[in-house]
């Protein structure tokens, strides 16, 4: 029934484009026979008498067929020009020049014969131009006037008049479903000062924001910049929390031009933009070429980091991707993400957990991979200082397991990925991590083979981490927990965690670990603050906890025992970590060092 509806409804829609089309073709007509005899007249000085209406009838109507065959050509009416725009402007030039012509050889050929003036041809052209022009600026006029008395626009300031800037204000004009009208423009710019987009001036600076929404009644601030840096963020965000304004977000430059959004695709300013910053330009693009025709392995693929890695790998156009976890509803989500089905019933996903050795190599016998990624990992830290078995478990020996299975089958490329708090190591997670480093750096043995890892700090947005945690305890109505006014981290996008892991296998030596230089770290009180002003809700109360048993107050990224070198990017440290053989494991004396230390802390 819902399909029966649907192919009424787009039939409905074709008629109607058709009669508009029809409509608009017949309007131009009309336009052309009227300059035709307008053009006689001004020939004849004003005098109608004096026109030959049976041979002035005949050119009106050679040149309704030139023009409706030009127009045919030139796709006039096939709705490939947004209406009155530059473009379609310029096409209907083009057409009415190409019909002036072809009216212009029998005016000059029979005209002096049958009374005909052989002005008439290129004076009719210039009216008939004109006049189908003004007709689509009046249509396009009473559209945009019909557009806006659609729905009760809620008025709002731009900021940016540039050429995105201007795009959105005629967008949000023009677009029937948009809920926006555009009443002011902001820009910093001083050269835009007097810049007007359809009657919407540009009348100050970011700092006048709150003089222009007193005046204007805007509830709603669009920035039409694309991939705002954080600082700039912060800025908008500390002018906007104390007006109580709601800012919205273009998207990506990368979106934009890839066609999947359009620049009223608009999003919400979050967290993530104001603890962010300008994503760092790792050039995966031309480091992660290894991947192409190859058999990629992720293990904890359906994880926050694994899902990304894989939609990203996916890119690169494999041999075969290979998505492995434990947990069937995550593989179910991954599979989704990267291959839109989520069946589960393709070679690409995995079931497995890595601390079983025999299914593990099993699966590598089976499938063998080129190139490995390890993302499964248990991370949390306050759990892991309760079960540390737990860690010893997974994060240690189920990652010898997986580069047990993976040096067997010849795998060339292994990228583990790992955490700052493997440096300098205080927790059971750091501890554990930096075990799992040296294991994998163990692995090259002289066989030149790539066994790395990727270090890095909180990842914004991923499972479990803060970010989603104090939006739910925002949304209960608070407390908000921070363990210390002073605590501060190092953040990360996951996107821009996974194009380091990536690019890790295309720059990465053997046994090293690789650091992407992450800025500044940035306070978790400042981060609830924000998060609480941005829900509007000003009642939630922020509780200082104090510091968890392992957590430090400020992370390290490299530890005081490492070399940290940058010999290929300026973004990207690399440091090495001294071996361990996997022979000189030994459960009770890593657990006593381990708890030990932390008690000791």
Request: with cysteine; glycine share 8%; proline share 5%.
């Amino acid at each position: 029934m819902t399909d029966r509806l649907d192919e009424t409804g787009s039939a409905r829609s074709m008629r109607g484009q058709r009669l508009r089309a029809f409509g608009q073709a017949a309007i131009d007509i009309v336009c052309w026979a009227v300059s035709i005899i307008v053009a006689e007249i001004l020939r004849y000085d004003l005098s109608v008498a004096r026109i030959q209406w049976t041979p002035t009838l005949a050119l009106a109507g050679v040149t309704a067929a030139a023009w409706v065959v030009f127009a045919w050509i030139g796709k006039l009416y096939r709705h490939r020009y947004v209406y009155g725009s530059f473009e379609e402007t310029r096409a209907v030039a083009i057409v009415s020049l190409g019909t002036a012509v072809v009216i212009s050889v029998p005016a000059m050929t029979f005209g002096a014969h049958v009374g005909l003036p052989r002005s008439a041809p290129p004076i009719a052209f210039l009216l008939a131009l004109v006049l189908m022009l003004c007709v689509r600026y009046v249509l396009r006029l009473v559209g945009e006037r019909r557009a806006l008395k659609l729905a009760e626009r809620e008025p709002v300031v731009v900021f940016g008049a540039g050429f995105l800037g201007g795009t959105i204000v005629r967008r949000l004009l023009t677009d029937e479903s948009s809920p926006y009208r555009p009443v002011a423009l902001l820009d910093d710019d001083p050269l835009k000062k007097n810049i007007r987009i359809r009657n919407v001036d540009v009348i100050g600076t970011l700092d006048d924001l709150p003089a222009v929404v007193e005046k204007t009644g805007a509830r709603v601030l669009i920035v039409a910049i694309t991939d705002v840096d954080a600082s700039f963020a912060r800025r908008v965000a500390s002018v906007t929390e104390p007006l109580g304004l709601d800012v919205k977000m273009v998207p990506s430059l990368g979106r934009l031009l890839d066609g999947t959004q359009s620049p009223i695709d608009l999003r919400d300013l979050s967290i993530e933009d104001i603890v962010g910053r300008r994503p760092v330009e790792t050039g995966v693009e031309s480091t992660a070429k290894y991947l192409v025709g190859k058999r990629v392995l992720v293990t904890g693929a359906g994880g926050s980091i694994g899902q990304e890695l894989c939609a990203q790998i996916h890119r690169f156009n494999p041999a075969e991707l290979i998505m492995l976890d434990r947990d069937e509803t995550a593989l179910q989500a991954v599979d989704m993400k990267v291959f839109d089905t989520g069946l589960l019933n393709t070679p690409e996903t995995v079931l497995a957990d890595i601390r079983d050795s025999e299914a593990l190599r099993e699966i590598f016998e089976d499938r063998r991979p080129d190139v490995v990624f390890h993302a499964a990992a248990l991370k949390h830290l306050p759990m892991l200082q309760r079960f540390p078995e737990e860690a010893w478990k997974t994060n240690v020996l189920g990652t010898l397991n997986v580069l047990r299975a993976a040096k067997a089958v010849g795998v060339r490329t292994f990228v583990n990925i790992s955490t700052d708090k493997a440096a300098e190591p205080t927790s059971v997670l750091g501890y554990s991590k930096r075990l799992a480093e040296r294991l994998t750096a163990s692995m090259v043995n002289g066989t030149g083979a790539r066994y790395l890892s990727v270090r890095f700090g909180n990842v914004l947005g991923s499972r479990g981490s803060m970010v989603p945690i104090f939006t739910q305890m925002i949304e209960q109505g608070g407390p908000v927990t921070v363990t210390d006014p002073e605590v501060d981290r190092y953040f990360m996008t996951i996107p821009e965690a996974c194009e380091l892991v990536l690019q890790a296998g295309g720059i990465g030596r053997p046994g090293e670990v690789l650091i992407l230089d992450m800025g500044r770290p940035v306070k978790i009180y400042d981060i609830a603050r924000r998060m609480i002003a941005m829900s509007g809700r000003k009642n939630v109360q922020i509780i200082f906890t104090g510091l968890r048993p392992g957590e430090k107050l400020h992370e390290d990224l490299v530890s005081e025992d490492e070399d940290a070198e940058r010999p290929f990017s300026p973004l990207i440290s690399h440091a090495h970590v001294e071996p361990v053989q996997p022979e000189d494991l030994d459960h009770d004396r890593w657990l006593a060092h381990v708890m030990g230390a932390v008690g000791a802390r």
